[in-house]
C-alpha cells in the first residue's frame, strides 16, 4: 500500500477544532519563544522537534510547567545510542505531578479515577480522595522500611488500589512493577524474580466474563517464592480475609496525610516493564521517571490533546504497558477510566457502553477489538450516546482498512465526524512512534504522522531511508522515555543487542513500515517475522486484514518457512467462526481475495484449519515461535511457556512439524 492508494482523506479536523487543539497553541508559543516554525502546520513543527531536539524538549519541559527542584545543567547531556542523558542534574518527582490536580481548590472534588466493572456502574475516586490515599500509602510504604530505588511488585487488575499503589511507590522513589491477575505463578515469577520486589500487593481474586477466579492460591506460591518480599498487602476484591502475615490494604490507606514526593535524578528509575517473553525470560524494561513524564506530557498533552475537561478510557490491564500510559492521563488533569472486567461482557458492545457511561471523550481499543464488533453487527455510534467522544484509538495490532471504514461509517452522522487515531510504539518505549495528531487528516490504513521529538524513518538494509516503501521501522535520535537499562544487564550487552546491533547508533525497533510521500506512516507487521519470498518482504499484517474480512474466519495465522533444502513454505492458519467449514470453495475463495486484494505471491502454499490462533498474554498474536516449531524447534526452547495465553495451541504445530518431516 503506497500513499497514491488513498489520495482522499476519510477524516478532516474542521478549522474550528485544528484552532482549539493544545498542539496548535503550543506551536504559536513555541515559535514566538523558542523560534519554532510560527508556519507549515504539523510538518514543520515535527521537522523542528527532530533537527532541534534540545531546544523542543526545553519548550515542552515549560510548556506544562515541569517542577524541576534542582536545574538541570543542560537538556541533553550525551545523545548517543544507547546511553543518551537526558536533564542532568535536575531532579523531580513523577506522582507529584500527576496530583497536581489535586491542589487546585476548584478540582479536589472532582474526580480523578472513574473505576467501572462488570456492573458497569462508574464510581468515583475524587483528586483529593486519590491525594489522600497516596500520601497514606506512601507514609506506610517508608515505614516498612521502602527506600528509593526497592522494588513494589503489584498483582492486580485494572482497579483504584492499583493506581494509589503505582503512585505511592514513585512518591517514594521506589520502582514500581505489575501484572495482571490472569497471569499464572509462572509468567509473574519469570517477571518478578528478576527484580526482587519488597512489597508485593495483591488481589484474592478478580472477576472475569460474570465468573470469580480466585487467585489465593497462586498468591500462596508468589509469596512462598519471593524471598525478598519484606510485605504482603492483601486487597480483597473478592471479599476474604487477608492470608496469615499479609497486611490489610484499608488500614494502610486511612490515615490523612499529604504525600511527600522523594526528589530523584531525573534519570531514576521509575518503573519496570516486561516484553511478551515468547521466545526467553522476558526482557525487564527500565524507564525514568523523568523520561516518562516528559514523554507522556508530550503524548497525551499535545498528541491525544487531553486536558482537565477531558475523560481518558482505553481497555487494558496491569500487564500491559497501555494501563501505564493511561495512569499518566493524571499528569494532564484528565479523568482516567479503569475497566477491571471482559471486554466483551456481557455482550461484544462492552467497551462502548463504557465509553458512554463515563462520557469518554478519547477511547482507546484495540484493533481486534474494533473488527469483532464490525463482525458482530455492532452500531456503537446508533445504540450509545457518544457524543462526547472525540477520538477512538487503536493499538496492538495495525487496525485494517475496513476497521476505518467502519468506525468512520458508524460515526457518520456525528457533528465533525470521528478522529480516528490508529498509533503504534512499544513497550520499549513506554509510549508511541507514530500515530495521533489531532490536527492532521486520516487516511485510511494509515497513522497520521510521526510523533514530535520521534524522527522516525523507513530503512532498507544498508541504512537508506526510503518513501513509499517498505523498509524496517527505526528512530534515528534518543526519546526520553527509551529504557536506561535492563534489569540484570550489568554490561548493557541485551540492551543493545535488542535495538542496535543492525544499525550502530539507531533504534531499531523491529517492525515493517511504510513512510508515505504525505508523511503518513503505515505498519506492516514484524520485521522478525517477516515473509519473505524470492526476496520481495511482505507484511503479515496485510494478509489478516484481507482474509478476516471473510465471513468465516475468525482469526488467522500466517508464517514464511525456510526450508532445509532452500525452499520456502507460506502456510496461512486459519481459526473459523462456529458453523463455518474449511472446504475447497473457502480455500479457492482465501487464496482469491489474497491474490485480487494483495498480489500472487502473497497467497499462501496452503491453508490449515487450527483450533484457535495462540496469542502473548497481552493479546499478539505469536508468529515467531510457531516458525520455531515448524522448523522443529522443541516447544520449551521455541516459547516461553507461561507467556502464552493457551499453550495447547502449539501443540497442533509440533505435532504438524512431525508429520510434515
Known sequence: MTSSANPAPLWQPSPERIAEAQIT????????????????????????????????????????????TTPYARVLGDRSMPGAQWFPGSTLNYAQHALRAAD?????????????????????????????????????????????????????PNIPQAVVALLATAAVGAVWTSCAPDFGARSVLDRFQQVEPVVLFTVDGYRYGGKEHDRSDTVAELRSELPSLRAVVHIPLLGTDAPEGALEWAALTSADVAPVFEQVPFDHPLWVLYSSGTTGLPKAIVQSQGGILVEHLKQLG?????????????????????????????????????????????????QWRIAERTGATLYGTSAAYVMACRK?????????????????????????????????????????????????????????????????????GELQAPCLGTDLQSWDPQGKPLIDE?????????????????????????????????????WRHGDWITRTARGSVIIHGRSDSTLNRQ??????????????????????????????????????????????????????R???TIREQLSPRHVPDEVIEVPGIPHTLTGKR????????????????????????????????????????
Open 25 to 68: 497553541r503550543f506551536q504559536a508559543w513555541a515559535a514566538e519563544r523558542y523560534g519554532a516554525p510560527a508556519e507549515g502546520g504539523y510538518e514543520a513543527l515535527h521537522h523542528w522537534s527532530v533537527t532541534d531536539l534540545e531546544t523542543f524538549w526545553k519548550a515542552v519541559t515549560d510548556w506544562f510547567d515541569v517542577t524541576f
Open 104 to 156: 487546585d481548590p476548584a478540582r479536589a472534588d472532582a474526580p480523578a479515577l472513574l473505576h467501572v466493572d462488570e456492573s458497569h456502574d462508574p464510581q468515583t475516586v475524587t483528586w483529593a480522595e486519590l491525594r489522600r490515599q497516596v500520601g497514606s500509602l506512601a507514609a506506610e510504604l517508608r515505614a516498612l522500611g521502602v527506600r528509593p530505588g526497592d522494588r513494589v511488585s503489584g498483582y492486580l
Open 302 to 350: 499535545l498528541h491525544c490533546d487531553l486536558g482537565p475537561d477531558d475523560r481518558f478510557f482505553w481497555y487494558t490491564s496491569t500487564g500491559w504497558m497501555m494501563w501505564n500510559f493511561l495512569v499518566s492521563g493524571l499528569l494532564t488533569g484528565t479523568t482516567i477510566v479503569l475497566y477491571d472486567g471482559s471486554p466483551g461482557y456481557p455482550d461484544t458492545a462492552a
Open 376 to 444: 458482530a453487527d455492532v452500531h456503537p455510534a446508533r445504540d450509545f450516546d457518544l457524543s462526547r467522544v472525540k477520538c477512538v484509538a487503536t493499538t496492538g495490532s495495525p487496525l485494517p482498512p475496513d476497521g476505518f471504514r467502519w468506525l468512520h461509517d458508524e460515526f457518520a452522522q456525528t457533528p465533525g465526524g470521528l478522529w480516528t487515531a490508529s498509533v503504534s510504539g512499544g513497550t520499549d518505549v513506554c509510549s508511541c512512534f507514530a500515530g495521533a495528531v489531532p490536527t492532521l487528516p486520516v487516511h485510511i
Open 470 to 506: 517498505v523498509g524496517e521501522l527505526v528512530v534515528t535520535n534518543p526519546m526520553p522515555s527509551m529504557p536506561i537499562h535492563f534489569w540484570n544487564d550489568p554490561d548493557g550487552t541485551r540492551y543493545h543487542d535488542s535495538y542496535f546491533d543492525t544499525y550502530p547508533g539507531v
Open 535 to 588: 526476496g520481495v518482504r511482505m507484511g503479515s499484517a496485510d494478509i489478516y486484514e484481507a482474509v478476516e474480512r471473510l465471513p468465516e474466519i475468525r482469526e488467522s495465522l500466517v508464517i514464511g518457512v525456510e526450508q532445509p533444502n532452500g525452499g520456502y513454505w507460506m502456510p496461512l492458519f486459519v481459526h473459523l467462526t462456529p458453523g463455518a467449514a474449511l472446504d475447497d470453495a473457502l480455500r479457492d
Open 590 to 592: 482465501i487464496k482469491r
Open 622 to 661: 505469536i508468529e515467531v515461535p510457531v516458525k520455531r516449531l515448524l522448523q522443529g524447534t522443541p516447544l520449551n526452547k521455541a516459547v516461553n511457556p507461561g507467556s502464552v495465553d493457551n499453550l495447547d495451541l502449539l501443540h497442533f504445530y509440533e505435532d504438524l512439524f512431525r508429520q510434515r518431516s
